[in-house]
């Protein structure tokens, strides 16, 4: 299933990327996509880390959750550079990632990274330290909700 899965997805990106329908086109879009699943397969990085097919559901939900936090961070970021008056409160904290698989606390670490406002400085481990640009960031993110999130999105709790 995993190699019709990444066939189907570099097929896809094929036409993407191409934008002609021809007949050779199309089929040398199969021939690549049959021939990079077949070296792909050689080398034996077609697994679940090389192509995550178990992770799309969790897609469904994570990323359009994740679209809002960011989007809310920065319009948090975007009022404090408008208002220079807004309280600025710059603070580093760690939080501890319950994920299970480096992939998985790499997520989590892009995740806090991705929303304005926070940056993952460091890993340590299933432990991150983390700058925020508002105490009131570096509180939501120990309260554990991305986390959750994330641990879901991976298959975990």
């Excluded at 993952?120 to 700058?131: C, D, K, Q, R, S």
């Excluded at 509180?139 to 975990?156: I, T």
Aim: glycine fraction near 10%; charged fraction near 15%.
């Amino acid at each position: 299933m995993r190699y019709i899965s990444l066939g189907g997805f570099l097929f896809a990106f094929w036409l993407a990327l191409s934008g002609h329908y021809t007949t050779w086109l199309v089929s040398a879009g199969v021939a690549s996509a049959v021939l990079c699943v077949y070296a792909a397969a050689r080398v034996r990085i077609v697994d679940s880390e090389g192509h995550p097919v178990e992770l799309i559901p969790g897609t469904l939900t994570y990323y359009p959750w994740l679209i809002v936090e960011i989007v809310k961070s920065a319009w948090s970021v975007t009022r404090a550079i408008l208002r220079p008056g807004l309280p600025i409160s710059p603070t580093m904290t760690v939080v501890t990632a319950s994920q299970k698989t480096p992939a998985g606390i790499a997520t989590y670490g892009n995740s806090i990274t991705l929303t304005p406002g926070t940056v993952t400085v460091g890993v340590a481990g299933n432990e991150l330290t983390v700058h925020a640009l508002f105490k009131d960031g570096a509180r939501e993110l120990e309260s554990g909700d991305m986390n959750r999130r994330v641990a879901q999105f991976e298959g975990g709790r």
